[in-house]
């Protein structure tokens, strides 16, 4: 397109070239001038020629070489030779020797060395003169001398103008332009800025700021005391981050749990509370197993903490169901599962905390275990008649002690808790109620609680009453067994009456419906027969295989505790077998919730009875299908090549040969998911809104990709994301001047850099 | 037994909570204010309905039949069942929704969770199309014909302090002085004899200088003669040879001619203080270095841009291209790029101190650039050419983002983009001076914060979406006069043509 000329342009000798132009059209009196200012030399010496000339012809001749010679070229300077007359003829016989010699300088420095006149200084100038030999250069041509002239300015020129790089870099990379440029930003401005600017004038200002200064306050730009600064600097950023974040994320995890407890907290699930409560207790115990085995010290003092709340739970009768509460909660238990959860909830804490540690009293193990066993006395009656089986000596209990082990593992092998276990229960009690027996059991345990509030001083008279068929089966024939109340006696007959039941109608235990439920009534059957036989051993072989074999130690050390005897504080606090027996309806409200869904779905089944969702969506996906298999061509033509007309179709033949058949199409993606319609055909609709190839400044399609993804919009951003997402680059003023780039803008940025070091970028430019 | 009473007066007493009926709806219709009575609409009652039927699940149907015969008494409940019921209904306050005035801006309360709002980018591609679509509905760029010269309109200059002045000079050497806002020529007066070549305004602003074929500059006052007063220069200076150019210096009283050669010249003196020739005879066009401003650039006729300092004895280097340049202009804001205009139809940006190639060429005229002006923002720039169109090229890019023309406008000699970067003013052939909008849908006027907010976010998403096929067509599309069209597909046929060889 274009190129420099560096190279020298023969300047000068198109310029003689014009100039002969102009000399040829006179008119124009400016380059008349300049002709006889550039040329004075060449006239001198055509009038100091003209004088000497006296021969015509030669003259004449003369003017014409140099009329020539001036055409030829104007700076052409012709040998300046002054010619003397004495040269060419000697006037005086003077001869003129050795003309054409070179005059040395030596040759004339002679004389000076020889004359007093001339100073010393001179002649040793001229001493030193003499020994030199170099000639000086001759000066450089005017085209070479104006080419470097024009170099060197060129090059200071664009060094100048680099400057402005910096300046024109930072704004072509601004996010934001802001024009005009250098105005001053109004509102409020930085405190340090008025600050600095300031200074003390009246006295007591000078006063203060002595002051300040002197106790090393700070006045000026950084508003920190030396102490500050040293702090700052003490803590680096890179640490000083750290810590933030280390500071951040505890605030955030204390956040995070505090919301988790408030939430549980909530929690109106006592199912879930009680989960938990286990989950926990369980963890407590591990760890303090783990801690007798590392810290002995620690855990004795958990184990005495763990004491201390058995002993005051025992001293106390709190979860013992005494309260008002749960005397009305026992009214109301018969009706009401809830209260009868809650009460049975109660008793569970009443045990967790009296239990003593199995670490710490594995010496006294069988007393903790009567004590549950009595503990399962103390319960009310109605609600816990189940546990009456562990009476080995009754034989009414042992037939229910025989139908609950053979439950309980039946359900669950661990031989905790099961909920099949609780059905049965369950059920069983349901009959009870279905007797009508219910509230007079309950007006007898009512009594029965007053009586124990009256006499709680003597608890061993309570403990008789509870401990009821044992104490006249067993030695103990104690006096006491007179205030062995009606209830136990209540008691007994219901157990009858149910087992009556049981061997009489199978209608009950249909109800459950399991072969389990079956098996036990059998073994209560067996176990009727086997009533005179009174020993646990026959119960054993009765429980069904898969029983654990750990069901009968325990009923042999009940049996031994009883006859050890009773304590007061443990029967007061007595309480173990009950919490297996729960009476929570599981079953039922099982049943009650699938009812409740099931209508969920009706629900919905009704709502969208009309249309059948999943026929029409195979069926549209089959259309798909067909629709994308390719055709086969009939290109048979009737009647050509043989006889056509109605009724006359083309031959066999003639149709297999003309008939193209398609090749199979490739296999769908969507051939093995049923629920999955997967269209491949490319939508030329949407081809047209799409970008084919990857625009320029892009290098991969994830970069391009990601600046479609984000949205701009307010739909989706903050009002201030938008702002700074949408804010436009270049940003005007209405009716301003934009005045061009000032050099004050360069002295700015220079001052900026010199003062901030070069983190700092310029003002000017930001949003 | 006494369930029957226990729920039938929350579903009668209170109908103007859950039941609208026809009598009462004029009512409803007013605003209230007392939460109490709040309107009620359609929707709560369905509400409350609902609310009764997930509240009685076993009561439901009697429930429904309540609500169904609300203005009957109700038949007996089937269910005799222990129910207190309790309805919530939802209330709001109507100022939390209703707006006071028209002007209230209302409070939206928004979800910004990027799974409630799917479908961003076909949403987001959406308004870029129809904003892309509207930004050429809006492009309206010619704003009004300056008329009053009775000859073609050679040079303009803008004022340097008022935005709403612009001086032109015609063929004829008649200088007028124009008043922008109200489209009106203010003064008008004769300053050569023949053309006027050339035009500047003082940096100040209070006097303005002129070249004209008569050899002469003139200096004039801006204000016009009193009343009675002659029409007179300040200041004359007669010149050897015609001058075709003339700028000013940013800030110094020294202005530059050229001509023959490249003269500068101080304000006090009738003859240059410095004369610059590099082997040519003829100078179209000088300027001034508005950021570095003691550099200048000319265009002589050996087809070569010519780069000076002030300072110097000597120009400092010359590029020679392949055909002349008419016109070089500076960048404002950049202190070393510069653009020329130039014959061969194209545009060359070049940065000053690497002068070997163009930074950019802008290719687009179909006939000799003769005029070209850099915004005030140093971002764009406009240029002139003989083909009648002006055009407006991003300061890197090759090709123009906007052609403007009109069936009247001739070969366009000179252009002005306007000090506050928002129109363009262009002086053609045909005695008229045209005021353009450089951004050609741009709303005129003070924009409501609104309205800039909506502009600056279609922007964003024009510019998001630049790259789409269908976005960048409407985009791009530009009508153009036919010769225009059919030169341009055969200026590419002849280019491919070209690179083919």
Not at chain 1, 35 to 41: A, I, V
Not at chain 2, 226 to 249: C, M, Q, R, S, W
Request: net charge neutral; charged share 35%; glycine share 4%.
């Amino acid at each position: 397109m274009a190129k420099v000329s560096n190279k020298k342009r023969s300047g000068r000798r198109k310029r003689s070239a014009a100039e002969q132009k102009k000399q040829e059209a006179p008119e124009e009196e400016q380059e008349v001038s300049e002709e006889e200012q550039e040329l004075p030399g060449a006239d001198e010496e055509v009038t100091s020629e003209e004088e000497e000339e006296d021969g015509q012809d030669e003259r004449r001749h003369q003017k014409l070489l140099e009329a020539i010679s001036a055409l030829g070229g104007k700076r052409k300077k012709t040998l300046g030779e002054r010619s003397e007359a004495a040269t060419q003829m000697s006037e005086f016989t003077v001869n003129s020797k050795g003309e054409g010699d070179r005059i040395d300088l030596s040759e004339l420095i002679d004389t000076a060395q020889k004359t007093p006149a001339v100073p010393n200084k001179t002649r040793k100038q001229l001493k030193s003169l003499k020994k030199l030999k170099k000639t000086i250069e001759c000066p450089l041509s005017k085209q070479e001398s104006e080419r470097i002239q024009r170099d060197l300015a060129f090059q200071k020129a664009a060094s100048e103008v680099s400057r402005w790089n910096s300046i024109v870099v930072q704004n072509q990379r601004a996010e934001q332009l802001r024009f005009p440029l250098d105005r001053e930003r109004s509102g409020p401005k930085p405190m340090e800025r008025v600050v600095t600017g300031w200074k003390a004038q009246t006295p007591l200002e000078k006063e203060i700021f002595a002051l300040l200064s002197a106790n090393m306050q700070p006045i000026h730009d950084p508003v920190l005391t030396p102490e500050e600064e040293l702090s700052l600097k003490a803590m680096s950023l890179e640490d000083a981050k750290i810590r933030r974040a280390e500071l951040q994320k505890a605030r955030a995890l204390q956040s995070y749990y505090e919301a988790k407890a408030r939430r549980e907290r909530k929690i109106k699930s006592k199912k879930y509370h009680r989960v938990q409560n286990k989950a926990k207790r369980k963890e407590f115990l591990k760890r303090f197993d783990d801690m007798a085995k590392t810290d002995p010290a620690a855990a004795l003092e958990e184990l005495n903490k763990m004491e201390l709340v058995r002993m005051q739970e025992r001293m106390s009768l709190k979860h013992q169901n005494s309260g008002k509460w749960a005397k009305s909660k026992a009214v109301m238990a018969k009706y009401d599962e809830g209260a009868r959860k809650a009460m049975q909830q109660q008793l569970e804490v009443n045990k967790d905390l009296t239990q003593k540690l199995v670490t710490s009293l594995n010496q006294d193990e069988e007393e903790e275990e009567e004590q549950q066993e009595e503990e399962a006395e103390l319960l009310p009656e109605c609600v816990n008649d189940a546990e009456k089986g562990g009476e080995p000596s009754n034989p009414w209990m042992r037939g229910k002690l025989s139908e609950d082990p053979a439950e309980g593992p039946a359900a669950d092998p661990e031989g905790a808790a099961a909920p099949q276990a609780r059905a049965a229960v369950e059920e069983e009690e349901e009959e009870e109620e279905e007797e009508g027996e219910e509230e007079k059991l309950l007006r007898e345990f009512d009594r029965r609680r007053k009586q124990r509030q009256s006499e709680e001083a003597e608890t061993p008279a309570v403990i008789s009453l509870v401990d009821d068929d044992e104490d006249d089966d067993d030695d103990e024939g104690d006096g006491e067994e007179e205030k062995l109340s009606e209830f136990t006696n209540i008691f007994r007959g219901i157990v009858e009456s149910r087992q009556e039941a049981a061997s009489i109608t199978d209608d009950s235990a249909q109800l459950e419906g399991s072969l389990q439920r079956i098996r036990t009534l059998q073994d209560v059957e067996l176990l009727a027969e086997d009533v005179s036989a009174a020993e646990p051993p026959p119960a054993e072989p009765q429980q069904p295989p898969d029983g654990p074999p750990a069901a009968a130690p325990p009923a042999e050390g009940k049996s031994r505790k009883r006859k050890k005897g009773i304590e007061l504080k443990e029967v007061l606090t007595k309480e173990a077998k009950v919490i297996r027996v729960p009476l929570a309806p599981t079953v039922a409200g099982d049943a009650e919730g699938g009812e409740e869904t099931l209508d969920q779905r009706g629900l919905i089944k009704e709502a969208f009875a009309g249309d059948d969702v999943v026929s029409d969506f195979l069926k549209d996906k089959r259309r798909q299908e067909d629709a994308g298999k390719p055709k086969h061509v009939d290109l048979t033509l009737p009647g050509w090549g043989e006889w056509g007309g109605t009724g006359l179709k083309p031959s066999r033949r003639k149709r297999k040969r003309f008939r193209i058949r398609a090749a199979p199409a490739p296999p769908r993606k969507d051939e093995r998911l049923p629920a999955v319609i997967i269209s491949e055909k490319r939508n030329s609709s949407l081809t047209l809104h799409q970008v084919n190839s990857l625009p320029f400044p892009f290098q991969t399609h994830t970069q391009f990709e990601s600046t479609v993804r984000a949205p701009v919009g307010r739909t989706w951003n903050t009002e201030r994301t938008v702002k700074t997402m949408t804010k436009p680059r270049v940003v005007t003023q209405l009716g301003a001047i934009i005045p061009p780039m000032d050099r004050e803008q360069l002295m700015k940025q220079e001052q900026s850099k010199a003062g901030a070091g070069t983190a700092k970028p310029q003002r000017h430019t930001k949003a | 037994e006494g369930a029957a009473p226990a729920w039938t007066p929350l579903l009668h007493s209170a109908p103007p909570r859950g039941f609208l009926s026809a009598r009462d709806g004029p009512r409803y219709r007013h605003r209230h204010r007392d939460p109490e009575l709040s309107p009620c609409s359609p929707a709560s009652c369905c509400q409350l309905a609902a609310v009764t039927t997930l509240l009685l699940p076993k009561s439901r149907q009697a429930a429904e039949a309540e609500i169904k015969h609300t203005t009957e008494p109700a038949p007996p409940p089937r269910a005799p069942a222990l129910v207190q019921m309790k309805v919530k209904v939802l209330s709001r306050n109507p100022d939390d929704y209703v707006r006071e005035t028209k002007l209230d801006i209302q409070r939206v309360p928004r979800n910004y969770d990027p799974s409630l709002h799917p479908f961003e980018v076909s949403r987001e591609y959406t308004r870029a199309l129809n904003a892309t679509k509207l930004e050429r509905v809006f492009a309206k760029p010619f704003l009004a014909s300056l008329d009053g010269h009775r000859d073609g309109v050679n040079c303009m200059a803008k004022h340097c302090k008022s935005l709403s002045t612009l001086l032109s000079a015609a063929c004829d050497g008649e200088v007028k002085v124009w008043d922008l806002t109200k489209h009106e020529c203010v003064r008008t007066l004769q300053a050569h004899e023949g053309f006027v070549r050339g035009m500047v305004v003082r940096f100040c602003g209070t006097s303005f200088f002129t070249v004209g074929d008569d050899k002469t500059i003139k200096q004039w006052k801006m204000q016009a003669p009193a009343y009675g007063e002659e029409e007179e220069p300040l200041n004359t200076i007669l010149g050897k040879t015609v001058f075709t150019g003339l700028d000013h210096h940013q800030k110094e009283a020294v202005f530059a001619t050229c001509g023959q050669q490249v003269d500068i010249w101080d304000e006090q003196r009738s003859s240059p203080i410095r004369s610059f020739t590099w082997g040519v005879d003829s100078f179209s066009s000088v300027r001034f270095n508005p950021v570095e401003t003691e550099l200048l650039a000319s265009c002589a006729s050996d087809r070569s841009v010519v780069l000076y300092d002030m300072r110097e004895s000597t120009p400092l280097r010359k590029v020679i291209m392949k055909m002349r340049s008419n016109t070089v202009c500076w960048n404002p804001m950049e202190a070393y790029y510069f653009t020329s205009a130039n014959e061969d139809y194209n545009l060359y940006t070049y940065d000053m101190r690497y002068l070997t190639s163009p930074v950019t060429v802008h290719m687009d005229h179909v006939s000799a650039v003769l005029d070209v002006d850099y915004s005030p923002t140093g971002t764009e720039f406009v240029s002139a050419s003989f083909d009648k169109t002006i055009r407006i090229f991003p300061k890197s890019a090759g090709h123009s983002r906007e052609v403007y023309h009109t069936k009247r406008m001739q070969h366009v000699i000179c252009i002005k983009w306007s000090a506050d970067n928002r129109y363009i003013l262009s002086g053609s052939d045909e005695m008229n001076i045209r005021l353009w909008k450089a951004n050609a849908a741009e709303k005129l006027g003070v924009l409501s914060p609104r309205e800039k907010q909506a502009t600056h976010y279609s922007q964003k998403l024009k510019e998001k979406f630049q790259h789409h096929p269908q976005i960048r067509r409407i985009a791009r599309h530009r009508h153009l006069p036919k010769n225009i069209y059919h030169q341009t597909k055969e200026l590419k046929i002849m280019k491919e043509a070209r690179r083919r060889k």
